[in-house]
C-alpha cells in the first residue's frame, strides 16, 4: 500500500510494524490464526490469552511463530483484585451466595441444558498462572504483554531488560497516568464504546483527554474503531495507533483456535451465532452487563442477559461471577442452543456487513485512513 507515511507513527518504532493498528488481545477470539494475520497484514497480532492455561499459551505462541515471523503480543486481564488477597480457586465456590447458585441452578432447569461436568477454567485467573504466563512471554521473545484490566507495573522492569514492550487498557485518565508512573511504553486508551470491558467515557472524550494526561507518553485509541474513518479519526484526537476489537471479530480468522481448547464455551455453532447476531446487529444492538465476569462489559442484546436482568438478582463481583457462570456457558454451547449464545461486541458492530479477512479488514482500514488524512474526501462524502 503507497503512502503509507501519513501512517508512520511512533507506535509503529516502538513495535516495528508497518501500520499502527493493532489486533485487540479478545480473550480466546485472538488466537494464532487471527493474530498472526494481522501481523502478516503489517499490523501487531495480539494474543487474547486470558483463561487458558501455561501450557496453552505455550502452544498459542508456537502456533504463532509456525504462521508469521513478524512480532506480535499478547494479552491478560490482570484485576486489580488478582493479588495475595484474592480468594484461591478452590475457595471460590464457598464464596458463592446460596441464592445465586440457585438460581443458576434453576434456570439450567427451566431452559432445559444439559449439565457439564465442571470445568477448571477460573482456577487459571490466578496469580501463579499469570506469573507463568509472563514468564513464557519473556522467554519466548513476544513482542509486548498488554493487560487488559490492572496494572502490569510489576512486569515493566523484567521486561525492559529482556526488550519486550508493556502497554495496559484503560476507560479513563486517572489510570493512563496511573500506567504511565508504572513505566508502561504507551497506553491503550479504550471508550465506553468497545466491545468487551469497558468504562463510563466515550471514545470521542477519552482518547484526547488521555494523550494530555500522558504526553509525551504515546497513546492507542479504541472502542468503535471500525475502518478507515475510525482510524483517522484516532489519529486525529492525538492516539499514535488503534486497538481493534469488533472489526477483526468480524473475520473468518476469529475464534477458531478456541475450538480445540477443552475449557473453553467457545464451540463452532458459537461462533456462528455470533457471526450472525454481528451481522443483525445495529448501533443500538448491544448493552452494557457484569453478566459474564462481574465487571461491566459490553455484549449483543441477547436473550440470557434479558432473563438475568428480569429476575432482579444482581451479579457478583469478579471473580465470582465468572465462576458461577462459566458452566452455564459451556453448557449452552454444548446443548447447541443457539437461542441462548452470549456474545460481545462494541457499539461500532453496526458497520459489519460480511465476515471477511482480517487482511481485508486491515488493508481497507489503511487505504481508507490514507485517503482521508491525505486531503481526499472519505468515501461517501461529496
Ligand atoms: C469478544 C471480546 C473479547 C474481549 N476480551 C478482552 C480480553 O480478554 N482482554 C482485553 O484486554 N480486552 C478484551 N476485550 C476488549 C478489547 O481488547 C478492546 O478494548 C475492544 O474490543 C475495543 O473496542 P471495539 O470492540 O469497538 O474495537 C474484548 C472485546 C471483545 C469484543
Redesign the pocket.
Known sequence: MAGNKVLRTRLCDILGIEYPIML????T?SGPTLAAAVSNAGGLGVL?A?GLSPEEVRGWIEKTKRLTDKPFGL?L?LPHELSDSMPLPENLKSLLPAEHVAFVERLMGELELEPVEPTDFWSRISMDVVQEVVRTCLDEGVALF????GNPGWIVPEARRRGMRVTG?VGNTKNAVRLKEAGVDFV?A?GY?????TGRVGTMSLIPQAVDAVAPLPVVG?????DGRGLAAALALGAEGV?????F?ATREANVDAFDLGSMFVSPLWAEVWNRRMLEADDEGTVVSKISTGKTARHIKNRLIDIWDRSGLGYLPMPLQGFLIWDLYVSISKSGRSDLVVP?????VGLVKEIRSAADVLRDMVEGAIEILSGKSPAGIV
Open positions: 485487540a488481545g479478545m480473550g477470539c487474547g486470558s494479552d486481564i498488554a493487560s487488559g484490566l487498557c491503550v479504550q464504546d468497545g466491545g468487551g470491558h479504541a472502542g468503535g474503531i471500525m486497538w481493534v476489537g469488533t472489526a471479530l460481545m461486541a462494541g457499539q461500532g
